[in-house]
C-alpha cells in the first residue's frame, strides 16, 4: 500500500462544511472540518480503487487578488 498526498478545499454552506480534492474530483461534507476531511478521504480512496490514477507532481497551491469596482 502506498500513501499519496492530495489537495482538499474546504468551504461552508450554511451548517455543513463542503470539502473538494480537486486534483480528483471527489467531493463529500460534514458538520465540522474533520468529519468534512475523512468524509473526503474515504470518498477519494473508494473512488481512486475504481478509477486508478499515474503518479503525478503534487499540485501548486496558490492564491490570487482581484480587483473589485465597489
Known sequence: MSVRTFTAVLHREEDMYVAECPEVGTVSQGATVEEALVNL???TELY????????TEKALL?????ALNA
Request: glycine residues 0%.
Open 41 to 43: 478521504r474515504e470518498a
Open 48 to 55: 481512486l480503487e475504481e478509477f486508478p490514477m499515474p503518479e
Open 62 to 66: 496558490t492564491t490570487f487578488e482581484v
